[in-house]
Every structure is written in structure tokens, then in C-alpha cells.
């Protein structure tokens, strides 16, 4: 009896211990582990971790900013979906009606977002021509003091085209029409396969940084070649950029189309295929830590760019004075919030030492990335085209915060130099593309419950 009770205890034992992996084959891991089993900790070239990133962004910061997003300023984007790949000519157009936009009428967009898009005039020789002249063009708030009109004319006095890194369009063209971000949402359209991955294959070919040897790296900082910081963070920017679409498209994925009605929600396996550590050759987990990378610069800008935003001569003008003020005590309420994050990036770690090789550098990081902005106009499907160039503005315009002169050179403690200037579109396009950034870091916590229970 003795020897039997043993041998059951040892046959126990054993599977006790084949259970917790303390022996034989260690348990298979969960399907959120093979995502997000490295997406923790802290992050490379950074003294943050994606723990605080979490808790920042989706307990303070998140519902705040969808509700500035929202508003009447943010949700109107200018943009031409009609002008020409510079690369190649063979688009093809992806017929499918979710690929579609569709532009406002006129009657649709507020006067006072119309007016201000237009650009200031730069040949008037007085205050009063100059005012005279924006006023036939709708350009300047006809409410505003003759002074702050007149600092507002100042914006265009100074050429920032050295510091832009987009390639932005002509909003004055006439194929420039405005559209409703909140009635094109960017979701899963079903443009995918070879013309896609051109798209992405000749972004990643613009990274110059990576190792000649490799056509499209997945990874060049896993081949261990010792790059700098700047060309790390180059590819991680793009890295950064890709994931969180694959997030969005996963996230807002057609799961439903009858006559009857369309649904869209989380598709978890399309979650996945596009992160899954095991079905990505451990590439998944890595672009997730580029996608919290991206959050830290873009949240960086937008903590540096503040004193701009405070001047009280500017406005989230759209002509209703009620909400235009309330959504700039909003607006800086988030900026002060973003201000207050206690581990932000250090933009001083780039392009350092030696003068003129930094200034080289930064030159070949700027028009790289121009590069990048340009092969927007190459997306076959019209709504990743809109939502492609949207955010690849928004992240230029964070570059150009974070490395402009003007900015670095003119806001010390006393105030900003009117020397440095965003215009509306790079306003919306910056907050937009953050807003995009910030819901993938907050779809990431939905995924992970999803994920909790599936093997």
C-alpha cells in the first residue's frame, strides 16, 4: 500500500511539474504572449517603457484628444488625391467602394476653416495693403486687434521650406478638395497584395541607412552593424508608422457585408498574422516597440511645440467664437497634459558632434523622408491614400518641430519668435496623426484581452 501511495504521488509529482513547466516541455505559449511577450520594459535609445506610455495615454490622454479631434477644425483636411505617382505610372486603382472618399460640398465645411486656408499675402508693401488683400482672400479673423493681424501677416514673412520634411500639396489647386475625417474613417478596405506591398517595399527603400546587402530589411538593427541613433530611429519611424496601420486595419476590419447592413470590429487574426512573434519570425513584437518609439516623438514635439500654441493671437478659427475658444482651452489642456509625461524623449541625442557632418546627416534624414511623403501620391486606393498622406504629414511636421532652427532658436523662456509658423494643415495633420498613433496604443490593450484566452 505504501509503495503504491508513493508511486501515484510520483506520477502526480511528474505531471505536477509537466503542468507549471518546471519539467519536461515548457507549455506552449498563449497567442498574447507570442504578440506582446517583448512589448514591455523599456524602449531602445529611451529612458521611458511602454508601461507608463500605457497608463499616459489610455487613462489621461486618450479620450480627451478624440474629443478635440472631433471638433469642427480637426475633422476638415484639405488634400489632392488626383495628383500624379512622380515614380511610376502604372497605378493601379483599386475599384472597391470601400476605397473610396468621399469630398464635401462646399456649403459643408465652416467659412472660417475656408478662409484661413488660404495663404497670407506676401507682396503687400503696408499693414493696411496686406490687410486689405487677406481680407478679399478670407485669410485673417476680421475680429482680431490690428496688432495680432498684424502678427499673423508676420507668419508668412519667413520661408521655412529648409526646415519642412513633407512634400505638402497645393491646397490652392483646384483638384484640392476638403474631407470629412470623421465620415472617411481609416479602416480595413480590402487593398492589399502586390500593388501594397510596391508601396511599402519603396518606403523602406527610401530608409538610406540600412545595409546594402539587404534589398528590404524587416529589421536592419537586428544584424547588429552599429548604426547611430538617428538612422536607428529613421527605420524605427517608418517601422513605428507601418504598425500602427496594421493596427488601425485590424482593429476596424470588415467583419460583416451583406445587403442588409456592414460591421467592423477587431479581427484577431488578422492581429496575428501581421504581429504574432512565432508567424513573423519574431519581426511582430519588435514593430510594436516602434510603434510606442513613434508615439514618444511625436508626444515630444507636441510638449515642445506648447508656447506656440499659447500665443494669444492664435485660433482654432472656424468662425463660431463659442467653440473655437473652448476648443483652445481643450487644446491646451492636452498640450499642458503632454507637457507634464515625466520620461519624454531627449531629440538632443540627434545630430550631435561634429557640425557639418550633423548638418549632413540631417539633410539626408529631411529629404529621405520627403521621399517617403512623395510615394503617398503612388497608394492606388484613395482612402489609405488620404489617411497615408495625413499622417506622414503629421509626422513631418513633428520632425520639422523637433529640428527646426527657427523653433530652437526663437522660443526661449520670454516667447516665441513669429519666425517659426505651422500652417492649418500641418496644425490638423499633426494632431491627427498622434490621435492616430495614440488609438493603436490603446487598440494594443483591447488586442491583449482578446488574445488572453486563445492558444
Not at 11 to 34: F, K, N, T
Not at 72 to 87: A, E, G, I, S, T
Not at 130 to 136: D, Y
Request: include cysteine.
Amino acid at each position: 500500500m505504501g509503495r503504491r501511495w508513493g508511486l501515484l504521488v510520483g506520477v502526480l509529482g511528474a505531471v505536477w511539474l509537466l503542468g507549471s513547466g518546471q519539467g519536461g516541455r515548457q507549455p506552449a505559449e498563449s497567442a498574447a504572449q507570442r504578440c506582446f511577450c517583448q512589448v514591455s520594459g523599456y524602449l531602445d535609445d529611451c529612458t521611458c517603457d511602454v508601461e507608463t506610455i500605457d497608463r499616459f495615454n489610455n487613462y489621461r490622454l486618450f479620450p480627451r484628444l478624440q474629443n478635440l479631434l472631433e471638433s469642427d477644425y480637426f475633422r476638415y483636411y484639405k488634400v489632392n488625391l488626383k495628383r500624379p505617382c512622380p515614380f511610376w505610372n502604372d497605378i493601379s486603382q483599386c475599384g472597391r467602394r470601400d476605397c473610396a472618399v468621399k469630398p464635401c460640398q462646399s456649403d459643408e465645411v465652416p467659412d472660417g476653416i475656408k478662409s484661413v486656408s488660404y495663404k497670407y499675402s506676401e507682396e503687400a508693401n503696408s499693414l493696411i495693403e496686406e490687410c486689405e488683400q487677406a481680407e478679399r482672400l478670407g485669410a485673417v479673423d476680421e475680429s482680431l486687434s490690428e496688432e495680432t493681424q498684424k502678427a499673423v501677416l508676420q507668419w508668412t514673412k519667413h520661408d521655412d521650406s529648409s526646415d519642412n520634411f513633407c512634400e505638402a500639396d497645393d491646397i490652392q489647386s483646384p483638384d484640392a478638395e476638403y474631407v470629412d475625417l470623421l465620415l472617411n474613417p481609416e479602416r480595413y478596405t480590402g487593398y492589399k497584395g502586390p500593388d501594397a506591398w510596391k508601396i511599402w517595399n519603396v518606403i523602406y527603400e527610401e530608409n538610406c541607412f540600412k545595409p546594402q546587402t539587404i534589398k528590404r530589411p524587416l529589421n536592419p538593427l537586428a544584424s547588429g552593424q552599429g548604426l547611430c541613433v538617428e538612422k536607428r530611429a529613421f527605420y524605427r519611424l517608418i517601422s513605428g508608422l507601418h504598425a500602427s496601420i496594421n493596427v488601425h486595419l485590424s482593429a476596424r476590419y470588415l467583419l460583416q457585408d451583406t445587403w442588409l447592413e456592414k460591421k467592423w470590429g477587431h479581427n484577431v487574426t488578422e492581429f496575428q498574422q501581421r504581429f504574432d512573434g512565432i508567424l513573423t519570425k519574431g519581426e511582430g513584437p519588435r514593430r510594436l516597440k516602434n510603434l510606442y518609439f513613434l508615439y514618444l516623438i511625436e508626444l515630444r514635439a507636441l510638449s515642445k511645440v506648447v508656447p506656440f500654441f499659447e500665443r494669444p493671437d492664435f485660433q482654432l478659427f472656424t468662425g463660431n467664437k463659442i467653440q473655437d475658444a473652448e476648443n483652445k482651452m481643450l487644446l491646451l489642456e492636452i498640450l499642458h497634459e503632454i507637457k507634464s509625461f515625466p520620461l519624454h524623449f531627449d531629440e538632443n541625442s540627434f545630430f550631435a558632434g561634429d557640425k557639418k557632418e550633423a548638418n549632413k546627416l540631417k539633410e539626408d534624414f529631411r529629404l529621405h523622408f520627403r521621399n517617403i511623403s512623395r510615394i503617398m501620391d503612388c497608394v492606388g486606393c484613395l482612402k489609405c491614400r488620404l489617411w497615408g498622406k495625413l499622417q506622414t504629414q503629421g509626422l513631418g511636421t513633428a520632425l520639422k518641430i523637433l529640428f527646426s532652427e527657427k523653433l530652437i532658436a526663437n522660443m526661449p523662456e520670454s516667447g516665441p519668435s513669429y519666425e517659426f509658423h505651422l500652417t492649418r494643415q500641418e496644425i490638423v495633420s499633426l494632431f491627427n496623426a498622434f490621435g492616430r498613433i495614440s488609438t493603436s496604443v490603446k487598440e494594443l490593450e483591447n488586442f491583449r484581452k482578446l488574445l488572453q484566452n486563445i492558444h
